[in-house]
């Protein structure tokens, strides 16, 4: 058993009568940890990605609130009669009234 543990430390079995086949085992893992770690780093930056995405949709979306109230106290009667009354126009005092046209059936 300590010569197993020896040789193995010593990397004897690099150069032994079979070496090639553990050489190809060991390129084999070194591959596969590197094709791990790749995908690690590309799942990680997909993560920031979207978290940077999400962050700019709750600003996008404040945005857009904000704007829909400003919209919605433009579109206020008091608002667009104060700016209108500058340019000289101001609203009729008495109601519009309804108006009905009656059609006269011609029969041919």
Known sequence: MKTGVLDLLKGKFLVS???PKNWLFIIFISFLATVMISSSHS???KVHRIALLNEEVKELRNEFVDMRSDVQQLKLES????KISAK?????ETPPQKIKVKSLNVED
């Open 17 to 19: 009568g079979d070496a």
């Open 43 to 45: 799942a990680d930056q």
């Open 79 to 82: 608002s667009i009669t104060g």
């Open 88 to 92: 000289g126009l101001f609203p009729s």
